[in-house]
T-cell receptor, first 113, second 116 residues
């Protein structure tokens, strides 16, 4: 069964600290993995997209890694800011064109001043 | 270039009523997908429309339906509303059908539906 599991469910850190969010998946055959940031009451916004051959991709202070062998991805946030408070959703797509994409339930990140 | 536009932003309905939500995709995008998001379940796929045809469907009851018009705008309808239908309904548009890496999905801000 295609699944995407994210951990932790929620995380609280102080402003300026770093943090790492995890995503494990069982989707097969794998096509791509995306990380989205979703502010409260808004739609998700894409942060990074990675294919099978990519193992690191950065977007400013956000760095995503992918280990296709272990089917794990992480999203590392450096020098966190108050505006990073949001839900971070891992989304995995299967390789077949007509397959639905599979969403993780997200990690709720709270940045404290 | 305008993003994905969803209307209305907020809606309050009573049980048993029906509701229609609207989504205007990014200009040139031909695929529109709908999702239900609740705190407990996260994002759940409802259906995807491409060229006015439903191409994929999630595991939701028949009370949830949709359609797509020739200009790619899409509507979602929920009949006989239940309290559990309270959620944020998101639509996402894409250039082509499916989750192809080259196209990606752009989400709207959603419609917050509250059923009382």
């Amino acid at each position: 069964k295609n699944q995407v599991e994210q951990s932790p469910q929620s995380l609280i850190i102080l402003e300026g600290k770093n943090c790492t969010l995890q995503c494990n998946y069982t989707v097969s055959p794998f096509s791509n993995l995306r990380w989205y940031k979703q502010d409260t009451g808004r739609g998700p916004v894409s942060l990074t997209i990675m294919t099978f051959s990519e193992n690191t991709k950065s977007n400013g202070r956000y760095t995503a890694t992918l280990d296709a062998d272990t089917k794990q991805s992480s999203l590392h946030i450096t020098a966190s800011q108050l505006s990073d408070s949001a839900s971070y959703i891992c989304v995995v797509s299967a390789a077949r064109r007509d397959d639905k994409i599979i969403f993780g339930k997200g990690t709720r990140l709270h940045i404290l001043p | 270039k305008a993003g994905v536009t969803q209307t209305p932003r907020y809606l309050i309905k009573t049980r048993g009523q029906q509701v229609t939500l609207s989504c205007s995709p990014i200009s040139g995008h031909r695929s529109v997908s709908w999702y239900q998001q609740t705190p407990g379940q996260g994002l759940q796929f409802l259906f995807e429309y491409f060229s006015e045809t439903q191409r994929n469907k999630g595991n939701f009851p028949g009370r949830f339906s949709g359609r797509q018009f020739s200009n790619s705008r899409s509507e979602m309808n929920v009949s006989t509303l239940e309290l559990g239908d309270s959620a944020l309904y998101l639509c996402a548009s894409s250039l082509e059908q499916g989750a192809n890496i080259n196209y990606g999905y752009t989400f709207g801000s959603g419609t917050r539906l509250t059923v009382v």
